[in-house]
């Protein structure tokens, strides 16, 4: 799912979810440590080498072991909050929302202001596709600060519930701080796509497939949008540097029944959700 997108008729809602998605996972980046809750208790040296092979696990690609790894500090050392605010970033990342949140929450409990955990609530509730639950948690940190990962979750939030001209503000504000910060451009050119301005998406994301570091996803997207503005023979060509022929046409095909939906259809089928976020609690 995160190499590719539409590669096959079964795997769609979950690539076009990946597509709008570029940023979620540094949403919940964890860079404060050393935060305890009430109780906490010192240990002996296994629990912080646990800590470390499971940060190495992580690095390495083996997310899911370093999962186990970051619940069995957490169980050596339960008051302090690093074990669960890296288990609850490890838990996005592998598309365990619920899993996510309730690890976060356990944070919030005993440290309300902990940054990490409300980022990382306001990026689990995006995950579970409730858009409005994410806001309130997200809003308090972008009272105080601009941090474009926040930024980033809140412009998704908006987006979800169809309110493009907010995301795409949230994503600007992101991108005052950080102008060259990739999945804020390459979010804010899908923004303009579901708004029904391909002009400007494509404008948007040109511009990310042109700069160094532009990936997979990124360059699949500027086909995503080039499908969904009609332009089929840009579609394929940019579709034709990752993938094959078969999938490029599964793609196209697929682009069709995108263009045919109303907007708010549209919407929903990219972010994989079979009902209108805002009908959700």
Same mark, same amino acid.
């Given at each position: !799912?995160?190499n590719?997108? #539409?590669?096959? &008729?079964?795997?769609? +809602?979950?690539?076009l979810?990946a597509?709008?998605a570029?940023?979620l996972?540094a949403?919940?980046? =964890?860079r404060?440590t050393?935060?305890?809750?009430p109780?906490?208790?010192?240990?002996?040296? @296994? &629990?912080?080498a646990? !800590?470390?092979? *499971?940060?190495?696990?992580?690095?390495?690609?083996?997310v899911?072991?370093a999962?186990? /790894?970051y619940?069995r =500090?957490?169980?050596?050392?339960?008051?302090?909050a690093?074990?669960?605010?890296?288990?609850?970033?490890a838990?996005?990342?592998v598309?365990?929302?619920? @899993?996510?949140?309730?690890a976060?929450?356990?944070?919030?409990? #005993?440290?309300p202001?902990n940054?990490?955990?409300?980022r990382?609530v306001?990026?689990?509730?995006v995950?579970l596709?409730?858009?409005?639950?994410? $806001?309130?948690?997200?809003e308090?940190?972008? @009272?105080?600060?601009?941090? =474009?990962r926040? @930024?980033?979750?809140?412009?998704?939030a908006?987006? !979800?519930?169809?309110?493009? !001209?907010?995301?795409?503000? +949230?994503?600007? +504000?992101?991108?005052?701080?950080?102008?060259?910060?990739?999945g804020l451009r390459?979010?804010?050119g /899908?923004?303009?796509?579901?708004a029904?301005?391909m002009?400007?998406?494509?404008?948007?994301l040109r511009? =990310?497939?042109?700069t &160094?570091?532009?990936?997979?996803?990124?360059?699949?997207?500027?086909?995503?949008?080039?499908?969904?503005?009609g332009? $089929?023979?840009? *579609?394929?060509?940019?579709?034709?540097?990752?993938?094959?022929?078969? *999938?490029?046409?599964a793609? /196209?095909?697929?682009?069709?029944?995108?263009?045919?939906?109303? &907007?708010?259809?549209?919407?929903?089928?990219? #972010?994989?959700?079979?009902?209108?976020p805002?009908?959700?609690?």
């Open positions: !799912m995160r590719h997108i #539409f590669l096959s &008729p079964n795997r769609r +809602r979950a690539a979810l597509t709008i570029t940023v996972v949403c919940a980046e =964890v404060e050393g935060t305890y809750l109780g906490a208790k010192e240990a002996g040296g @296994e &629990p912080a646990l !800590m470390r092979v *499971a940060d190495r696990t992580r690095a390495a690609g083996d899911q072991t999962i186990g /790894l619940r =500090v957490h169980e050596l050392r339960p008051g302090e690093e074990p669960l605010l890296k288990l609850g970033s838990l996005i990342e598309g365990a929302h619920q @899993e996510a949140l309730d976060f929450r356990v944070v919030l409990k #005993f440290a202001e940054q990490e955990a409300l990382g306001g990026s689990a509730y995950g596709h409730l858009p409005r639950m994410a $806001i309130e948690p997200l308090r940190i972008a @009272e105080k600060q601009v941090d =474009v926040v @930024e980033s979750a809140l412009g998704l908006y987006d !979800m519930l169809g309110d493009h !001209m907010v995301a795409r503000s +949230r994503y600007q +504000r992101g991108l005052s701080e950080s102008p060259n910060h990739l390459n979010n804010l /899908l923004s303009y796509a579901l029904g301005d002009p400007a998406a494509i404008s948007t511009g =990310v497939v042109d &160094p570091g532009a990936t997979v996803r990124h360059r699949q997207n500027l086909a995503l949008v080039y499908g969904l503005a332009e $089929i023979e840009n *579609a394929a060509a940019v579709a034709r540097l990752d993938l094959s022929e078969s *999938a490029v046409k793609n /196209l095909a697929y682009y069709a029944v995108l263009r045919a939906q109303t &907007p708010g259809e549209r919407r929903n089928a990219i #972010f994989g959700v079979t009902a209108d805002r009908t959700r609690k």
